[in-house]
C-alpha cells in the first residue's frame, strides 16, 4: 500500500520552528494562534495524525495488547479518526501491508471490534492517507492534470467506495480542493481568489472548480 508522502511536510515544520526534529511531538492545543494560522491543510494533517500516532504507540508499548487502545477513552468513531496512525503502526510493528480485515484480527488479536469495524479503519485509513497526498500534491504546485495521476488504487482502495466523504477519485480531488483553497469563503473576493482564478493556477477546468464550490 502506497505509504503517506509527509518528509516535506516534517520539514516545512522545523523550519517554522513549530517541530525541532522528525521525532518531536507538537500539542494542536498548545500552538499559539499565529503560528496556526500559518499552518498549511497538510501540516495541519501531519501534526494530528503524528499526536495520535504517539498515542496509540504509547498505549501499545504499555500493554503490548492492541484490544487495550479500545480500552482508553476511545470508541470506535475515535479510531476512525486516528486510522491511518493505526493502520501504520500496525503495519509497522508486524513489518506488513494488511490485507483486508480478517488480516488484521489474525495478527492483532483484536476482539473487541467486530470484522465490520475492522475493515471501517481499514478504508478509513487509505482513503486518509490518498486524501493527505492529494493535499501535499496541491501544495507542492501540482495542477490538475497531476491529482489525476493519483490513483486511488495505489492506496489500496477500490474505483468506487462507500461510507466516506468521497466516493471515487473525481470527488476526492473536489474536497480537497474546495478545503485547500477555502471555496466556502470566496465570495469575499477582497481575501481569496476567485474560482476562474483557482482554475487558472491548477489549469483545471473552471466548470470542475465551480463544482468544487457547490458541492462541498
Known sequence: MQKGNYNKIVNNLIKKGILKNSNDICSID??????????????????IYHRDLQKIRDVYLKYGDWNKIFDEDYNVDDILDMAEPFMDYVEEVY?????????????????????????KIIITSRHTK??????????????????LKI??????LPEKW???????????????????????????????????????????PLSFIIDCFKKY
Open 30 to 47: 498548545s500552538i499559539a494562534v499565529k503560528i496556526f494560522m500559518s499552518l498549511t491543510p497538510a501540516e495541519h494533517n501531519y501534526l
Open 95 to 119: 513489518n506488513v501491508n494488511i490485507e483486508d480485515a480478517n488480516h488484521l484480527k489474525e495478527l492483532t488479536g483484536i476482539t473487541k471490534l467486530t470484522i465490520k469495524e475492522l475493515n
Open 130 to 147: 490518498y486524501l493527505n497526498d492529494i493535499y501535499i500534491a496541491i501544495e507542492d504546485g501540482a495542477k490538475y492534470k497531476d491529482l
Open 151 to 156: 490513483e486511488p488504487k495505489d492506496y489500496g
Open 162 to 204: 462507500t461510507g466516506q466523504i468521497t466516493k471515487d477519485k473525481k470527488s476526492a480531488i473536489m474536497f480537497v480542493i474546495h478545503s485547500e483553497f477555502s471555496l466556502d469563503a470566496c465570495n469575499n473576493l477582497l481575501l481569496y481568489p476567485s474560482l476562474r482564478e483557482i482554475a487558472n493556477y491548477l489549469e483545471a
